[in-house]
């Protein structure tokens, strides 16, 4: 039978908005030592607006970006659509998760992504790039025919309640981190603001999963906090899974705790609801 204090924690936990699945989840949750935020949507709103644009690359890279749904797209997509832009048509189009788009637009071959992407196809990118991303901006880089053409540079805001929620984490005595699939400088102006001092930057979609597991080899209780698609995994992985309530799907359905209200600070109140529980179990 399930103990009397577990069955009171969920309902006091649906009564903050914090939905847990099953009763085993608050005990996990008195393990846990880290938590491990995904930057995007989580930390971050995940609704990233244009905020700059350097060279004649807008055409090109809305051409590639109309094709995909990564939130950098969505906001180049409405960038062209307030600008009254006509987009050219893309053949040859693909996708190339974590890093960016590639795709042939007037039989000319174009890719719209980061570092990497730019690094791939042997791309030479100007110094001053770096500029846009050491202001916690996400930078897009655009290359024509294997050549540097220009940057759009995406800005999200903060999560209100982000900076929260890592504060009351650590005075808790529960490490925080970030871990996300850009680039290092503008994930650590992010971390800076919110207080986090640990980023794991530039991690590939598929290899969320395994840092959360090498975490956990080495003894840590891991919690990991995200809304997205490639964040599945990775809930799944961590002892104690945590899904926003506005995220995908796919990360509700991995997460042992959904937060309704898509407040990180209510991860510190799940944790201590955890706490109130099994110090009642015992
Ligand atoms: P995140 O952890 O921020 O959700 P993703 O794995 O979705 O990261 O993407 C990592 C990086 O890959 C982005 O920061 C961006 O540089 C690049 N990228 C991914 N998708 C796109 C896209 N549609 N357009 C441009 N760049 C992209
Ligand atoms: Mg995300």
Same mark, same amino acid.
């Given at each position: 039978a399930t103990p009397t204090a577990v069955t009171v924690g969920?309902? $006091?936990?649906?009564?903050?908005?914090?939905?847990?699945?099953?009763g085993e989840?608050l005990e996990v949750a008195g393990r846990?030592?880290?938590?491990?935020?995904?930057?995007?949507?989580?930390?971050?709103?995940?609704?990233?607006?244009?905020?700059? +644009?350097?060279?004649?690359?807008?055409?090109?890279?809305?051409?590639?970006?109309?094709?995909?749904?990564?939130?950098?797209?969505?906001?180049?997509?409405?960038?062209?659509?307030?600008?009254?832009?006509? +987009?050219?048509? !893309?053949?040859?189009? $693909?996708?190339?998760? %974590?890093?960016?788009?590639?795709?042939?637009?007037?039989?000319?071959?174009?890719?719209? %992504?980061?570092?990497?992407?730019?690094?791939?196809? %042997?791309?030479? +990118?100007?110094?001053?790039?770096?500029?846009?991303?050491?202001? %916690?901006?996400?930078? @897009?880089?655009?290359? @024509?025919?294997?050549?540097?053409?220009?940057?759009?540079?995406?800005?999200?805001?903060?999560?209100?309640?982000?900076?929260?929620? !890592?504060?009351?984490?650590?005075?808790?005595?529960?490490?925080?981190?970030?871990?996300?699939?850009?680039?290092?400088?503008?994930?650590?102006? !992010?971390?800076?603001?919110?207080? +986090?001092?640990?980023?794991?930057?530039? @991690?590939?979609?598929?290899?969320?999963?395994?840092?959360?597991?090498?975490? $956990?080899?080495?003894?840590?209780?891991?919690?990991? @906090?995200?809304?997205?698609?490639?964040?599945?995994?990775?809930?799944?992985?961590?002892?104690?899974?945590?899904?926003?309530?506005?995220?995908?799907?796919?990360?509700?359905?991995?997460?042992?705790?959904?937060?309704?209200?898509?407040?990180?600070?209510?991860?510190?109140?799940?944790l201590q609801l955890a706490g109130k529980v099994i110090s009642r179990i015992k």
């Amino acid at each position: 039978a399930t103990p009397t204090a577990v069955t009171v924690g969920i309902g $006091r936990g649906a009564e903050l908005g914090i939905l847990i699945k099953k009763g085993e989840a608050l005990e996990v949750a008195g393990r846990i030592s880290c938590v491990l935020f995904d930057k995007t949507g989580t930390l971050t709103e995940g609704k990233p607006e244009v905020t700059d +644009i350097v060279g004649d690359v807008l055409g090109y890279a809305a051409a590639l970006e109309a094709r995909s749904r990564h939130p950098i797209a969505v906001a180049v997509t409405e960038r062209v659509m307030r600008e009254g832009l006509e +987009i050219p048509g !893309v053949e040859e189009f $693909r996708a190339i998760p %974590g890093k960016g788009l590639e795709g042939k637009i007037n039989s000319q071959h174009v890719i719209a %992504g980061n570092r990497v992407l730019m690094d791939e196809f %042997g791309v030479e +990118i100007p110094a001053d790039a770096g500029k846009l991303e050491s202001e %916690g901006k996400t930078v @897009v880089m655009v290359a @024509v025919d294997g050549e540097f053409k220009g940057v759009i540079a995406v800005s999200d805001r903060i999560n209100p309640g982000a900076t929260a929620a !890592v504060g009351e984490l650590e005075r808790m005595g529960i490490r925080t981190a970030m871990i996300t699939g850009d680039n290092r400088r503008t994930a650590e102006k !992010v971390a800076r603001e919110v207080g +986090i001092s640990t980023v794991i930057a530039e @991690v590939l979609p598929e290899d969320k999963a395994s840092r959360v597991s090498d975490l $956990r080899s080495r003894g840590v209780g891991v919690a990991f @906090v995200g809304d997205g698609i490639n964040d599945a995994p990775a809930l799944s992985e961590a002892d104690l899974g945590i899904a926003l309530g506005g995220g995908t799907d796919v990360a509700k359905e991995a997460g042992e705790v959904v937060l309704v209200g898509d407040d990180p600070l209510d991860t510190a109140a799940a944790l201590q609801l955890a706490g109130k529980v099994i110090s009642r179990i015992k």
